[in-house]
């Protein structure tokens, strides 16, 4: 059974820290590349970070670059993602998101998410 749960959220005031945690289980993690979503109210789903399956590659959003950093552990089947100098507009829903292409099958795996507020 596959399972995606993010952790790790909270309340934090501007300028905080938080790191959010990504565990799975179900699949072989270590081929699947692996991204961080969120998702404010009112606003679309957008892509904040992602890591390739090695790890061996990084790409960060621009609006998130220099702040946040996305790593993962395959040996603990859990990526990360750590957000510092957090700002109100990082207010939103964070989805944990899993990705892998075995053509013609394109497996993709989501977490419920974990909430993320910055307010003071």
């Known amino acids: 059974q596959v399972q995606v749960v993010e952790s790790g959220g909270g309340l934090v005031q501007p300028g905080g820290s938080l790191r959010l945690s990504c565990a799975a289980s179900?699949?072989?993690?270590?081929?699947?590349?692996m991204s961080w979503y969120r998702q404010a109210s009112g606003k679309e789903r957008e892509l904040v970070a992602s890591?390739?399956?090695?790890?061996?590659?990084?790409n960060i959003a621009d609006s998130v670059k220099g702040r946040f950093t996305i790593s993962r552990d395959n040996t603990k089947n859990t990526v990360y993602l750590q957000m510092n100098s957090l700002k109100p507009e990082d207010t939103a829903r964070y989805y944990c998101?899993?990705?892998?292409?075995?053509?013609?099958?394109?497996?993709?795996?989501w977490g419920q998410g974990t909430q993320v507020t910055v307010s003071s």
């Open positions: 179900g699949f072989t993690f270590s081929f699947y590349t």
């Open positions: 890591i390739t399956s090695a790890g061996t590659s990084t």
């Open positions: 998101n899993a990705q892998h292409r075995l053509w013609p099958i394109d497996y993709n795996y």
